[in-house]
Structure formats: structure tokens, C-alpha cells
Nanobody, 123 residues
Framework: QVQLVDSGGGLVQAGGSLTLSCAASGGTSKVYTLAWFRQGSGKERELVAARSWTGGSTYYAESVKGRFTISRDNAKNTVYLQMNSLKPEDTAVYYC????????????????WGQGTQVTVYE
């Protein structure tokens, strides 16, 4: 079983930055792909970014390319999402997730989830 604890959300003005963190624990959590999803009010869940445990594979949604960076500290078993140039449309609850790379990047619901952290971007 993998446990994920995500944090770092908050209220930020458009153009600002936030960094989300997700600490993973559990017997095999180190080998999973870690990812960030988001779900805005009235919107479908969206995969924002993902990074394989080796770092050899990375995914970004088109809407965040060039603005968001996913990084992973395998020694701490933690994944980060650095969010720059935030826009009001980035407002959502952000969830950390863990599973295999294929499960993350296809339309399969990942097995393991964090509790979510709210990001609100205002004009």
C-alpha cells in the first residue's frame, strides 16, 4: 500500500508561483510513477504532469507546458510541482497520484491518491 501526502496549495495572484509537494511512503512507492492531477469546479479531472521514478519519462499537459515543472527527489520519495505564471484557469484541487507509467498516462484511474490541495489563482 502506498500513502501519499500532498501539500503546498494556497491563494496566489495571477502571474505568481506556487510549489506543491507530495511525500510518498509504502513498500514499493519508490518504483512508481508520481503524477499530479487537477480538478476544477465543474470540470473533469486532468493529468497535469507525471514523472517516472527513473526520471526518464516526463509528461506535461499542453495547458501547463513551459509554466509548470515536475521534479522528483527519490532519496526523499517526494515529487514536486513548481507552478509559475499561474492563471485563473489553473484554479483547481491538485492531487498527487502514484501507479505505473502506463496507468498514469492512459485513461486508467491510478490506484493511489493524495488527499488533494487547493490552488486558487485570482486576477
Amino acid at each position: 500500500q502506498v500513502q501519499l501526502v500532498d501539500s503546498g496549495g494556497g491563494l496566489v495572484q495571477a502571474g505568481g508561483s506556487l510549489t506543491l509537494s507530495c511525500a510518498a511512503s509504502g513498500g514499493t512507492s519508490k518504483v512508481y510513477t508520481l503524477a499530479w492531477f487537477r480538478q476544477g469546479s465543474g470540470k473533469e479531472r486532468e493529468l497535469v504532469a507525471a514523472r517516472s521514478w527513473t526520471g526518464g519519462s516526463t509528461y506535461y499537459a499542453e495547458s501547463v507546458k513551459g509554466r509548470f515543472t515536475i521534479s522528483r527527489d527519490n532519496a526523499k520519495n517526494t515529487v514536486y510541482l513548481q507552478m509559475n505564471s499561474l492563471k485563473p484557469e489553473d484554479t483547481a484541487v491538485y492531487y498527487c497520484a502514484a501507479d505505473s507509467w502506463n496507468s498514469i498516462v492512459t485513461n486508467t484511474t491510478p490506484r493511489f491518491w493524495g488527499q488533494g490541495t487547493q490552488v486558487t489563482v485570482y486576477e
